[in-house]
């Protein structure tokens, strides 16, 4: 499709904390990721390769973001056009934007439900080998879960301007794959924007259960799971954060999903856990907003 820009990697999630030293000290103690940077108002956390995945910021800054990796400015460019023709809010970053991001060029936009995307290109990468705070078993940042009050505007975005394509369906909410995996984005209806959950993932089920058992004796609660997604195949356990998202760990799933169609599984908890496991989420079970 002419003009659809080509993305390569889901690069990080940046979250406004009221509390920097308690976000923080999720990130490290629940979490179990690496401190990189931390200032008087940001605070960034590795979880693999990448220089970081995970920045927590003081109110005040542009507010929570997705960051996508493209390959050349020029992708920016014919991005923002791309956006500009469905009439959304676009910029072009700073050089204080990029130097914040570590990245050489940006650009970011406003999805029709008021997410805020942000495209980079040639983002840090870390020479060096990552180095959990806790053995969680983490391999790296595997996707992200929008809030949206108009799945099909926002989906057009994904799929006309990103080049991103539909995985699967459960209910009215989609996941979207560009590479290999099963799915980087999914987008489930709601009356708000904002993000719902940022999911990483961890070696193999041992892993995923014996986070379980930490989250437990942390304290934290578990929203959703332990279980499996009937659409992914990925076993799943969803937790509490800050900032009012969600984590999940997750293992396995499908992936090389290049050749297949869409399936459409059942809207709420039977589309979205093959075990039956509990859900408190209420964008899951379709009371988000009541």
């Known amino acids: 499709m002419a003009g659809v820009v080509a993305l390569e990697q889901l ?15 999720f990130a490290q103690r629940v979490l179990g990721l690496e401190p990189i940077d931390r200032t008087p108002d940001v605070a960034t956390f590795r ?15 542009a507010g929570q973001s997705v960051a996508f990796e493209v390959r050349y400015s020029s992708d920016l460019e014919a991005a923002l056009e791309g956006l500009a023709r469905l009439g959304l809010t676009t910029g072009r970053g700073t050089a204080e934007d990029c130097a914040r991001r570590k990245v050489k060029d940006m650009a970011w936009f406003t999805d029709f439900s008021g997410n805020r995307i942000e495209l980079v290109v040639r983002p840090l990468n870390s020479g060096w080998r990552y180095f959990p705070s806790r053995d969680a078993g983490i391999k790296g940042l595997a996707d992200v879960i929008l809030r949206s009050t108009d799945v099909d505007k926002d989906l057009s975005i994904w799929t006309d301007v990103l080049g991103a394509k539909v995985s699967d369906w ?5 996941y ?12 489930f209806p709601a009356s ?3 993000i719902l959950a940022i999911e990483y993932a961890v070696e193999d089920v041992n892993l995923l259960m014996r986070n379980q058992y ?3 004796d942390l304290q934290v609660p578990v929203v959703h799971g332990p279980g499996r997604r009937p659409a992914s195949g990925q076993l799943f356990v969803t937790f509490a954060g800050p900032s009012d998202v969600l984590f ?25 856990c093959d075990w039956g496991s509990e859900c408190k989420i209420a964008e899951f079970i379709g009371r988000a907003g009541t």
Not at 248 to 272: C, H, M, Y
């Open 11 to 25: 690069r990080y999630v940046r979250l406004v904390a009221e509390d920097l030293g308690r976000a923080a000290d």
């Open 47 to 61: 979880s693999d390769f990448r220089d970081y995945t995970l920045a927590f910021e003081s109110p005040g800054g």
């Open 248 to 272: 999940s760990f997750v293992a396995e799933g499908e992936v090389d999903t290049q050749d297949r169609r869409p399936r459409q599984f059942p809207a709420g908890p039977e589309g979205l």
């Open 214 to 216: 930490v989250l437990r």
């Open 176 to 187: 979207l794959r560009f590479d290999g995996a099963h799915h980087r984005v999914a987008l």
């Open 192 to 194: 708000r924007a904002g």
């Open 170 to 174: 459960a209910g009215d909410a989609a």
